[in-house]
């Protein structure tokens, strides 16, 4: 392995242009078998994720096919007209990929950009999630071994702190995944670090209206689902901004109707003991909360499956509610938008997507909003975990470094 | 008999056959009196009379104590009753918990009974050393009602050397000092970030004491109040270190404001079968029962299987006795492993986790 990470630095890389068409197409190619739930590699790895992570099979295909939906021929193609005529010629030849374990194709946007844009790509994967990637590449090797070669993917344990080092020093950038201390440790100028982050989303009257308001449920649900929460993408907190009485706690109402129905289409993941805990604990709060007749509503599955948490306005604690994970999101009416700003200050600049929902006014007026705060990825309800390929990951430092014209 | 006074004797002469008799006939009082409790089992779908075993008796978060009073109506207002304040520490900007004892009494035989076993085994009374405001100082503190009930129960002389703001490190050295000098064991209780506090200004100060032998500390609250929490082998080492107490005699207590019961390390000083310092379990005294409990069925999990520490403690007949803790932790042999609060996100990757967040925001 560490013989890889060596010889990385010295592999072909960085020149865009027709290669970067051939490599369009490659990984078109290759993300076009990965949609399909029956083509063996994928087959093959989402039941050893599965299995390993203690996901549903059913749950995991879904948040995966989410995950794959924007890679299509036509995105990887126009983004490779993108970073031709960019002409940037100063991209990094080698680029070193430390994935993150909570989200099984998480890095995916970057790698396909770094590929496209020429550059050598060495994956190392993490102990919890070593298999996503190293499918996929053997999905490469097996369209274009020649362009394929530009992808290797390795694997070590967090104790060969070693082999982590060489392949920061070898590679010309490396992106890290993962927690803000996994990024710390590795302090190094070289690396771009995509830290801890959260998403929500931010729902206006127009669109908890009768003939909306289960679609709008059943979406913020899905968003939910999907990989069972843990990822940057994960909804968090659903905010309805302004809404007539009763309308907000309805959508938290029909939110839990739809992640009990998403229960039998996607079962739910084995929680693991110390989460387990803390789901518990969001729901003792807000049960004793309610009890003593704070504007609070708890809905629940009859396990830990899902958990909504509803609050109302004027609720004591205003800061952002960060989920455990495993389908447990809060619902909180607020008055206005600036209610709304002032609640997501405590998580200012870690915040990664924003669902907005609403008539076309009130979107507008979110959206503006949102472009205010800085939100790199704006989308509708159920999209969250399927951002474009030029989505400005963490910030938009690494496509910046990969695409922006000096 | 009144239930109070079933309990009481019961902690004066436990018979550990009749806990589950009576820990019933303490639910059922609780259920009747105490509104909020009895709300909440009914929400579990839960009456009184269908209750047949400890286990099925439904078991109230502790954070309950934030938001509810667990108590039977005018409970804190009886002559005589006490309402003991969470530190509201780990939820900065929450409500503190509410503990309303309706009879301290009972409270107090229940601290002093267990801490003579574990604490004072050998029945000596001795100079005491408070690191924690006493009860004229701090009324609200159930640690500070407790120290002040160790002092009039175990102490010779005693200092007092905490208001409710600082430990008055200066005071004491001097204490130190003078133990030193006269050679006569002492005894100093105070919390974990208390004695982190002293550890950190002997040893910035080059000075170490050699305490009598025979002389013992007592900590309790562990990380909280602390910037870089002290491990609790740490806290014995530098015991060791710059006070000359035997690792035997640092006993580490886990207590809160919503139980009136508590539990102490185990070690070669108060329990004679137990020979390794370092290994610590805590022991319960015999009216407190303690299972860990499946976070997702909320059933006791088997003998030395990780859950939620659940607790039974007859002494909080006057609240609600089955209190479920944000703790994890094991049971073995009824003694107890102590792990601590669940963290979560082992895999959260780029996600951001509950812990980093509170951390970030400064609210543990």
Not at chain 2, 100 to 105: S, T
Request: charged share 20%; hydrophobic share 45%.
């Amino acid at each position: 392995m560490s013989a890889s990470v060596a010889g990385a630095a010295r592999g072909p890389g960085g020149v865009a242009g027709p290669d970067a068409e051939r490599m369009a197409d490659t990984l078109a190619r290759a993300f076009a078998l990965w949609r399909s739930r029956n083509y063996a590699r994928r087959r093959e790895a989402v039941g050893a994720i599965a299995h390993s992570a203690g996901y549903s099979v059913a749950t995991l295909d879904n948040s995966i096919d989410a995950l794959l939906r924007p890679f299509t021929a036509e995105a990887l193609k126009s983004f490779a007209a993108l970073v031709s005529a960019s002409g940037r010629a100063d991209r990094p030849n080698t680029i070193g990929f430390i994935a993150a374990g909570n989200v099984a194709g998480a890095g995916i946007h970057e790698i396909a950009i770094a590929l496209i844009a020429g550059a050598r790509v060495i994956v190392k994967t993490a102990s919890a999630e070593p298999i996503f990637f190293a499918q996929f590449a053997r999905t490469l090797a097996e369209i274009d071994p020649e362009t394929a070669a530009r992808i290797e993917v390795v694997h070590w344990s967090r104790a060969r702190a070693d082999l982590t080092a060489a392949l920061v020093a070898k590679c010309e950038r490396v992106v890290a995944y993962g927690d803000d201390s996994t990024i710390e440790s590795l302090h190094r100028p070289n690396v771009i670090g995509f830290g801890s982050r959260v998403s929500a989303a931010v729902v206006a009257g127009g669109a908890i209206i009768p003939s909306r308001i289960d679609g709008l449920a059943e979406a913020l649900a899905r968003d939910v689902a999907l990989f069972e929460q843990l990822g940057c993408l994960s909804l968090h907190q659903v905010f309805v901004v302004g809404p007539a009485e009763g309308a907000a706690s309805a959508l938290a109402m029909r939110m839990s109707a739809a992640l009990e129905s998403l229960g039998k289409s996607m079962p739910p993941a084995r929680i693991p003991l110390s989460d387990a805990a803390q789901v518990r604990a969001v729901r003792e709060r807000a049960r004793w909360r309610a009890i003593a007749g704070e504007p609070v509503e708890l809905f629940e599955g009859r396990a830990l499956e899902w958990t909504v948490v509803f609050e109302s306005d004027g609720a004591l604690n205003d800061s952002f509610k960060v989920s455990p994970g495993f389908r447990t999101v809060h619902v909180t009416a607020v008055r206005n938008l600036a209610e709304f700003r002032e609640r997501v200050d405590s998580v200012a600049g870690r915040i990664e997507a924003m669902a907005v929902a609403g008539d076309e006014s009130e979107a507008a007026e979110i959206r503006a909003t949102l472009a205010t705060i800085g939100i790199p990825y704006v989308c509708a309800p159920g999209e969250m975990q399927s951002p474009p390929l030029d989505w400005r990951h963490g910030g938009g430092a690494f496509l910046d470094l990969m695409v922006r014209r000096r | 008999m009144s239930i109070y006074e079933q309990v009481l004797s019961f902690i004066h002469r436990p018979e550990p056959e009749e806990f589950q008799r009576l820990a019933l006939d303490v639910f059922r009082h609780q259920f009747e009196t105490v509104r909020a409790y009895r709300s909440y089992c009914e929400g579990c779908g839960i009456e009184a009379g269908a209750v047949r075993t400890i286990d099925d008796i439904p078991a109230v978060s502790n954070v309950a104590f934030k938001y509810s009073d667990l108590a039977a109506d005018g409970a804190a207002r009886a002559p005589g009753a006490a309402v003991f304040l969470t530190s509201g520490t780990t939820q900065g900007r929450e409500r503190r918990g509410r503990h309303i004892v309706a009879r301290p009494e009972i409270y107090r035989a229940s601290a002093i009974s267990h801490l003579s076993k574990m604490l004072f085994p050998d029945a000596r009374r001795m100079s005491m050393l408070a690191m924690h405001p006493t009860d004229d100082a701090m009324p609200e503190s159930s640690l500070s009602a407790m120290i002040t009930w160790s002092i009039e129960e175990f102490a010779s002389t005693h200092l007092a050397a905490a208001s409710r703001d600082k430990v008055d490190i200066e005071a004491v050295t001097v204490f130190l000092a003078e133990a030193e000098a006269g050679q006569d064991p002492v005894c100093i209780m105070g919390t974990t970030a208390a004695f982190a506090a002293l550890f950190s200004a002997l040893s910035g100060a080059g000075i170490r004491h050699r305490l009598a032998p025979g002389s013992r500390m007592m900590d309790t609250g562990g990380a909280k109040g602390q910037g870089v929490p002290i491990p609790a082998a740490e806290v014995i080492a530098r015991a060791g270190e710059l006070l000359a107490i035997a690792p035997a005699m640092v006993i580490n207590e886990y207590g809160m404001t919503e139980l009136c019961s508590q539990l102490y390390d185990a070690t070669p000083f108060n329990c004679q079968d137990v020979s390794d310092v370092q290994e610590r379990y805590k022991v319960p005294p015999p009216w407190l029962r303690v299972t860990a409990r499946d976070p997702i069925t909320l059933r006791p999990v088997p003998d030395g299987e990780i859950g939620l520490l659940t607790f039974f403690d007859l002494a909080n007949v006057g609240s609600v006795s089955a209190v479920m803790t944000e703790d994890l932790g094991c049971v073995e042999r009824g003694r107890v492993r102590v792990i601590g609060r669940a963290v979560g996100g082992e895999a959260r990757g780029c996600a951001l986790a509950i812990g980093q967040f509170n951390a970030a925001q400064g609210l543990r």
